[in-house]
């Protein structure tokens, strides 16, 4: 359906209701419509021009971003770098240097450690079997030490290490 005349489009503007074949070309050429703006915009978002200074900004905040992650990465790696592991009941384990027992924590949970802390579960053997005592624990983002808290009421953090391969 095609509209020629001046008179024609008049007339069809005037209108309250369409028929089905009318509904179809106003339909169409709305998307049409549609379409063009869309092209328009796109190609006007796509082709945004910066200037040196804001190029050199990006460039600088995304190269600070990532290398704030290496240098996370690094640590946490460094973390548990050449650390002994001890084997109980099918467990991994790490031992702890420097605190009043033998206390072992779980590979596991040395990994998902983060600056935030958490209550884990350490365990120390006693008589040839592991207990286990609950902990306040975190770790600093630029420390590769685990900082553990005795007390969960009065908080206070101590670094300790993972022991090393010997």
């Known amino acids: 359906m095609e509209l020629k005349t ?3 489009r008049e007339a069809f503007s005037q209108k309250n209701t369409y028929s089905a074949d009318e509904k179809k070309y106003i339909m169409e050429r709305l998307n049409a ?6 092209k328009k915009e796109d ?3 796509k082709y945004t021009n910066f ?5 050199k900004n990006i460039l600088n905040e995304l ?3 990532r290398l704030e992650l290496q240098i996370y990465d690094e640590i946490k790696r460094q973390r548990t ?3 002994k592991i001890y084997i109980y009941d099918s467990y991994k384990f790490y031992k702890i240097v420097n605190m009043e027992r033998e206390y072992f924590i779980r590979i596991e949970d040395v990994e998902s450690l983060t600056a935030r802390p958490v209550i884990l579960t350490l365990c120390y053997r006693s008589f040839g079997e592991l207990k286990k005592r609950d902990f306040l ?6 420390s590769n030490k685990v900082y553990i808290s005795n007390d969960m009421l009065r908080v206070y953090f101590k670094a300790y290490q993972l022991e090393d391969e010997r």
């Not at 419509?33 to 869309?38: H, S």
């Not at 624990?137 to 630029?142: R, S």
Request: charged share 50%; glycine share 0%.
């Open 6 to 8: 001046a008179q024609e």
């Open 33 to 38: 419509e549609r379409r063009v703006k869309q």
């Open 43 to 45: 190609i006007a978002h």
């Open 51 to 55: 200037t040196e200074e804001e190029k």
């Open 63 to 65: 190269n600070e971003k």
């Open 81 to 83: 770098f050449k650390k």
């Open 137 to 142: 624990m975190k770790v600093m983002v630029h």
